[in-house]
């Protein structure tokens, strides 16, 4: 069964601590995404990869960064939490699409379970 | 600009009953299209998609979802909805001309099937 593992389900930090959350996946999918998903607001992308060490901001990379040293991992980073940073944040993965390809499975983004930080 | 409306936070329908969950589109190309369902406490699961081809489509738990291209929609539809169905369901889109490969997430529509 394919897998996205993030590392910690629920997080309590304090304001200004540095805060790392960690995303595991088993499918050598060429993409990987971080999202933080708030009521009334949906999903909204952070930061994507599409290989190592390549990274792009989403719609909304401020205050946070990101690291995928190696295919199977990427890292979301708070460098210095604040409380309106209290959110879900769900991790995904999917097979990369050549673009205007139209490849049957493509683009069918797996999540993993999400990992609720409250920051104090 | 990619965007998507679901225009419902909640929907409510007895069990047994007909349920529809409505989403619209706005992409400057052709769209891909997805619905995606979150329990509680759980990640999103994938659903169905349209890509091409027949506008209506079959996803997994008995759900389907109708592509209306005039009318920018993708309505996810079942005909008789269970209790287990009670869920987050998000609608989301992708033009897949832009080549980027990331998706547009709708803001949710809360399913409560009533016993």
């Known amino acids: 069964d394919v897998k996205v593992t993030q590392s910690s389900r629920y997080l309590v930090k304090r304001t200004g601590e540095k805060v790392f959350l960690e995303c595991v996946q088993d499918m050598d999918h060429e993409n990987m995404f971080w999202y933080r998903q708030d009521p009334g607001l949906g999903l909204r992308l952070i930061y994507f990869s599409y290989d190592v060490k390549m990274k792009e901001k989403g719609d909304i990379p401020e205050g946070y960064s990101v690291s995928r040293e190696k295919k199977e991992r990427f890292s979301l980073i708070l460098e210095s939490a604040s409380t309106n940073q209290t959110s879900m944040y769900l991790c995904?993965?999917?097979?990369?699409?050549?673009?205007?390809?139209?490849?049957?499975?493509?683009?069918?983004?797996?999540f993993g379970a999400g990992s609720r930080l409250t920051v104090l | 600009a990619q965007s998507v409306a679901q225009p419902e936070d909640q929907v409510n329908v007895a069990e047994g009953n007909p349920l529809t969950v409505k989403c619209t589109y706005s992409v400057s190309g052709n769209p891909y299209l997805f619905w995606y369902v979150q329990y509680p406490n759980r990640g999103l699961q994938f659903l169905l998609k349209y890509i091409t081809g027949d506008n209506l489509v079959k996803g997994s738990y008995g759900f389907e979802a109708e592509f209306n291209k005039s009318q920018t929609s993708f309505h996810l539809k079942k005909p008789s909805a269970l209790v287990s169905d009670s869920a987050l369901y998000f609608c989301?889109?992708?033009?897949?001309?832009?080549?980027?490969?990331?998706?547009?997430f709708g803001t949710g529509t809360r399913l409560t099937v009533i016993p």
């Open positions: 989301a889109v992708r033009d897949w001309q832009t080549g980027a490969n990331n998706l547009f």
């Open positions: 995904a993965s999917s097979l990369s699409m050549p673009s205007g390809s139209r490849t049957s499975g493509a683009n069918v983004l797996t």
